[in-house]
């Protein structure tokens, strides 16, 4: 079993900065792919972005590329995301996601992660 925890939601105006953090523990494998989810109020769960463990490669959608940044601590089994320039559409209940399948591209949908977080909440607002 894995286990991840995120932290490091709260409230931040927009065009402000937050980073997130995931800590990942139990039976982690450097051949996870390790992603970030949001969603929203009545909406569905979408893919933020992404990183192979082993190899650091990311992977992000359109909406926070240049914006978000991945980035991962081995020596502590930690995943990053690093948010900047937020904006109100921003606000989500923001969720780490570990896949431990083979696969060719990091995976852009739910199926493919085995395990989750409980999410930490992310609100952009003035």
Excluded at 14 to 37: H, K, Q, T, Y
């Amino acid at each position: 079993q894995v286990q991840l925890v995120e932290s490091g939601g709260g409230l931040v105006q927009p065009g402000g900065s937050l980073r997130l953090s995931c800590a990942a523990s139990g039976r982690i494998s450097n051949s996870f792919v390790m992603g970030w989810f949001r969603q929203a109020p009545g909406k569905e769960r979408e893919f933020v972005g992404g990183m192979s463990w082993s190899a650091g490669t990311t992977y992000y959608a359109d909406s926070v590329k240049g914006r978000f940044t991945i980035s991962r601590d081995n020596a502590k089994n930690t995943v990053s995301l690093q948010m900047t320039s937020l904006k109100p559409e921003d606000t989500a209940v923001y969720y780490c996601a570990a896949g431990a399948g083979v696969f060719r591209r990091i995976p852009d949908r739910l199926a493919p992660y085995d395990y989750w977080g409980q999410g930490t909440q992310v609100t952009v607002s003035s």
